[in-house]
């Protein structure tokens, strides 16, 4: 596999998506695809398309289109995502716990290996069949859970401090559901997931569907 | 205001993250930025700043810098979250219950007003106050809900029908939560939350980094 640390991170967005548009396609049992198609299903232009996959080698044959399940295994090859990697989740209220048990994670090898919280409530308590550990002992525990990705789903006011733990214990990729930016050492990769964005600028984009 | 439809998606992602960062300030008591402390705090280059926040009129001094508070209540009057919108959730899973119990979504003015399900068992139960409705009633429930912003947090095959039935409700902007690309309406706005993706993104940078 080509692993070139060139390759631009809105590429590797698209990956994701073209890997879901892919997955959908296998579930209807189609065989094959042409770049226009992907561009009708899924808004990007077939050229792009092209072009992000060019990173990786050769796709696809001329007339004939690209393999849905060959590109789809390829995509999840390059992304890492056809092997187990394990995960922790820190924070176990109400968006931890739905985490926890979002099939989603697993369907893309993700395997949540631990729960974090540091209320004595919950500490002992079990969301699905994965017991909830005293944040606190994160350090310990993750020198045996040995997981590098860790998502945050605390309340922004702890966010930064446990992202800090988690460095500390050898985590070295966070997705970060808090509304907060994070500060993090070198080495430390951080994506949010920022819904309140979201929400915001399409408020902003209703609003200028009305006055027109 | 001065609410321009040239204004870049990016540019609007931008300003609430800006916004998130003076609401952070704000609670520490700081009342005066510079566009060179944005930089160092959010990662957004200064100039990029500044120009983003040229398409809506003059903000800051020269030499005195950007007041937090002013800052803070203008972006939030362009981003329309400084006034209370109705937003119904579609699911009532794990994911939509932990939406509704987000803190996060009030403190924009995003309330809540209805949350739906198909299952029998859920209909009639409620999360926190709210009691879950009949997804089959949408359009006459949210007749009189008037909720233009949905949040969709059912399964990936529902979200398709869920979000056909939102539209003929009169949504006219979708937060997504599902794994899929949907496909709407001309008149309709989709903003996608795509953890999985940024999971992939960082599984891919991951890779990279241990290859070094």
Known sequence: MNISPKVPIPTLERL????????DLEASSIDTIS????????????????????????????????????????IARILQIDRDQSV????????????????????QHFNIVGVFDQSPKKIGQK??????????????????????????????HAAQSVAESAADAGVRALLNFAPIILKVAEGV????????????????????????
């Open 16 to 23: 994701a998506t073209y890997l879901r548009y892919l997955i």
């Open 127 to 156: 969301i699905f069949h994965i017991e909830i550990s005293d944040i606190a002992r994160l350090k310990e525990i993750n020198a045996s859970l040995q997981a590098r990705i860790a998502i945050i789903a605390v309340p922004a």
């Open 189 to 212: 990769v951080v994506r949010n997931v920022s819904f309140l964005q979201e929400l915001a600028v399409m408020s902003y984009q209703l609003a200028l569907d009305i006055r027109r």
């Open 35 to 74: 770049s226009t198609e992907v561009e009708k299903q899924t808004g990007i232009n077939a050229a792009q398309f092209r072009k992000d996959l060019s990173y990786f080698g050769e796709f696809g044959k001329p007339g004939v289109g690209y393999n849905v399940v060959e590109l789809q295994s390829r």
């Open 88 to 107: 922790i989740v820190l924070g176990a209220g109400n968006l931890g716990s739905a985490l926890v048990g979002y099939p989603g994670l697993g369907e």
